[in-house]
């Protein structure tokens, strides 16, 4: 019996396809010009970049392929700032997708949508000769409805030997159905038992570190998905069975496991054979209507190859009838039990998959413009999949555009660095700092005098001074206000490195910017102008060197990391301390009404020792660690506890703790109060800490730029955050300035009076 199916017009498509990209790509201005969807040669650059990075971080062939896909991006960026229409974006986004030689990452162009269904489906199932052919393409009103149409195929399957199971789908809303439907078939079509292909994908814990080491344990794997297997139908005889696919087919297990692995099974698609049913893909929007669909796992059959191949395809538009190409070869095919095509999964065996550090072009301290651009892409895409913390990054996607036109028009290495900076600095995370070529701050200051200013209540003071002799001689005081940096009003230098700094909380910022002011190259001098107490002004000139910028100063020297304070209270300096001296601290401090751990600055790796002989509430852990775990451009978050704390000996202080913070309290120092607080019940004084808890991992970029940012938070256990707020105090004291003048530490006075009391 003949059967009609719905055609395609070609004709009608191209005219309706046009008339639709012309409407969604030009909307006549008062000068009669088109408006483009993406406006500026950056906005385009934008896209580019969104796609790239869509390929670089998740396409299952790029590890194990000699493809460099830098150069890809560097190729296409003139082409695409130079598109003038949505098409010939397209045009070059396709030409950087086809060196992957994928069919399923491509551009789509936009599409009318799929003919409508002829009013009266064919039947369910018919008799074509000795071939029952059954007929999936329809719509069911429900389960149970399908159900029982589908399962009164089972008499006539059970004794056919030949069948063809036609699969194109007229619409989305059928293909649904035929998924449901080919679920109920798989275990009456299959006369032998059949094995499907692995679904294989990249996995990335974290952002794995591209230079140097870390403790995050962050990595990058090939994950597999197991294969499905399916039994042969009881008492079924051996048969051939031929699949007619189009390309809305949903290509489910079962069909994909009697294609790969039976010998007697068939494949016929009308039209270009399209796995994106049966694979992971991400989709970006493009101008006009246009979308970039990228590959994310690829299939792995049982014999190691992959891919799908048909045995026999028709042209896309040729005729869907019974006497039409794609039936016919079916016949044939289940007629003469042999396939035309004598590999049907004929994709050799993929190279190991290789995970290889970024490029850093080292030889370019003043990158190309193309490599330049591949920077900006580079960092913003590994923010945006990877930062743990999508708060820290306001507005992302508006910043993409911005950064591409500042580092395209960066006229020399400087004013490149100087764009990373900037744009390093809109994450809000206090772990970024930039290495340039291997020195750190090398563009904003690699060197800074001996004193350290702080923002006390908004006015730049004098706090600490690192070199008394230095400072005497240049007649500075703890307490002096500054004014003036090389002649440049304070607040303009506040302003600049406010735009080039990055921190995780406005506290933090200020710290950053303040401990910045005086900085420079090594070697040089610096001049001031300061106001001292009694409001008279100074000029004065102080030396610079690399040993007082913040990651090299060493911790205060000369004084006593532990002693005991009047009233029978111990005092601790956790910047001092080291590890060998906790248990004669311990030890000297045993009989004190409590102590005050001093934690306005960086400990000495201390915690892991210190916390559990203060373990008076047998804790086990202090915090939880939040890791991206990231795929197919999805995000997941992987929580695990932190390393365990030791409970195996009783705890050797018992009495009340209290401890100092402040904002330069940040990661080590900020996980070293979480451990107190959840060993001892230690409470805290002072100010909210850095917000930078974690461990760090870094991205390089052209120029040997690596950039330094949180790879994975710390949670409190019961899930409060603290990167992005930082550890909160019980009791919030501040310093003053008039504490500062006359030398108070109005912090640690408010520790003494609360176990005073």
């Known amino acids: 019996m003949a059967t009609t199916r719905v055609r395609r017009q070609p004709g009608a498509i191209f005219l309706l396809t046009l008339v639709m990209g012309l409407a969604a790509y030009a909307a006549p201005t008062a000068e009669g010009a088109p408006e483009l969807v993406e406006a500026t040669p950056d906005a385009r650059l934008a896209t580019l970049c969104r796609v790239w990075g869509a390929v670089e971080y998740f396409h299952p ?4 392929r000699e493809l460099d896909w830098d150069a890809a991006l560097v190729e296409a960026t003139p082409r695409v700032m130079g598109a003038h229409s949505p098409e010939a974006i397209s045009d070059a986004l396709q030409e950087m997708l086809g060196r992957l030689g994928d069919p399923i990452t491509r551009v789509v162009r936009q599409t009318p949508p799929p003919p409508t269904p002829s009013a009266q489906p064919p039947p369910l199932s018919r008799q074509v000769g000795d071939v029952l052919v059954v007929d999936l393409d329809r719509r069911f009103g429900n389960f149970q409805e399908l159900y029982m149409a589908v399962s009164a195929l089972g008499p006539e399957l059970a004794k056919a030997r030949r069948v063809v199971v036609d699969l194109r789908a007229s619409g989305a809303d059928e293909a649904i159905w035929m998924d449901q439907a080919l679920g109920f078939l798989a275990g009456a079509l299959p006369s032998e038992p059949v094995t499907g292909p692995g679904e294989r994908y990249l996995q990335h814990s974290g952002y794995r570190i591209q230079f140097g080491a870390t403790s995050g344990g962050y990595g990058t794997t090939m994950d597999l998905k197991l294969a499905e297997g399916f039994a042969s139908a009881p ?27 039976s010998s007697r099974t068939f494949l016929v698609a009308q039209g270009a054979l399209d796995e994106s049913s049966a694979v992971k893909t991400m989709e970006l929007p493009l101008a006009g209507g246009h979308r970039a669909i990228v590959r994310t796992s690829e299939l792995v059959f049982p014999e190691g190859s992959q891919g799908l191949r048909a045995d026999v395809t028709v042209p896309a538009n040729a005729d869907e009838g019974e006497q039409g190409p794609a039936i016919q070869a079916a016949l044939k ?9 004598p590999a049907r999964n004929a994709s050799p065996r993929a190279g190991l998959p290789t995970w290889h550090a970024d490029e850093t072009y080292a030889d370019q301290e003043y990158p190309s413009p193309e490599l330049r651009a591949l920077a900006v892409c580079r960092f913003w895409n590994v923010m945006r999949y990877f930062h743990p913390d999508p708060k820290a990054l306001d507005d992302w996607d508006a910043v993409l555009p911005e950064f591409l036109r500042k580092a395209r028009e960066a006229s020399d290495a400087r004013a490149y660095a100087l764009a990373l900076y900037e744009l390093s600095a809109r994450v809000h995370d206090g772990h970024i700092f930039l290495a340039e070529r291997g020195t750190v701050f090398r563009t904003l200051g690699e ?8 923002y006390v209540e908004g006015r730049p003071l004098m706090t600490e001074i690192f070199d008394a002799n230095v400072a005497r001689e240049a007649g500075l005081s703890v307490g002096d206000e500054l004014l003036t940096v090389d002649g440049q009003p304070v607040e303009e230098r506040a302003a600049f490195l406010r735009r080039h700094l990055a921190a995780s909380t406005p506290a933090a910022l200020s710290l950053k910017v303040a401990e910045m002011l005086l900085a420079g190259p090594d070697g040089s001098q610096v001049s001031l102008r300061v106001r001292s107490a009694d409001g008279k002004q100074k000029e004065l000139k102080l030396p ?18 532990y002693r005991k304070l009047e009233g029978n209270l111990g005092y601790v300096d956790l910047r001092l301390l080291r590890v060998e001296q906790i248990d004669p601290m311990l030890e000297f401090l045993k009989g004190t009404r409590g102590i005050i751990f001093d934690m306005r600055g960086q400990p000495q790796s201390t915690a892991w020792e210190l916390a559990p002989r203060l373990n008076v509430k047998g804790a086990e852990h202090a915090a939880v660690v939040a890791r991206p775990l990231v795929s197919s451009g999805r995000r997941q978050e992987l929580r695990f506890s932190d390393s365990e704390i030791s409970r195996a000996t009783p705890p ?21 109060a979480m451990m107190l607080q959840a060993t001892a019940g230690t409470r805290l004084v002072g100010a909210p800490t850095a917000g930078a808890v974690g461990d760090t991992t870094n991205v390089c970029l052209p120029g040997a730029i690596c950039v330094l940012f949180t790879g994975q938070l710390l949670l ?4 409060r955050p603290v990167q992005g707020v930082g550890v909160t105090p019980d009791v919030e004291v501040r310093p003053t300035v008039q504490g500062i003048r006359s030398g108070r530490d109005e912090v640690l006075e408010r520790a003494i009076s609360m176990l005073r009391e």
Do not use: C, H, W
Request: aromatic share 6%; glycine share 8%; net charge positive.
């Open 61 to 64: 062939s790029l590890p194990s």
């Open 235 to 261: 008492g079924a005889p051996k048969r051939s069975v031929a699949f007619l696919v189009n390309g809305r087919t949903p290509l489910v297990p079962p069909l994909l496991a009697m294609v790969g692995s």
């Open 333 to 341: 095919l289940v007629r003469s039990g042999r396939a035309k095509t």
């Open 447 to 454: 060197a800074t005098a001996p004193i350290l200013p702080r």
């Open 544 to 561: 610079r060197s690399r040993a007082f910028l913040a990651p090299f100063r060493q911790p205060p020297t000369g004084g006593e990391p």
């Open 652 to 672: 050797r202080y018992t009495g009340r703790t209290v401890m100092l913070v402040d904002e330069r309290a940040s990661s080590q120092a900020e996980y070293t």
């Open 716 to 719: 409190y256990p019961d899930g």
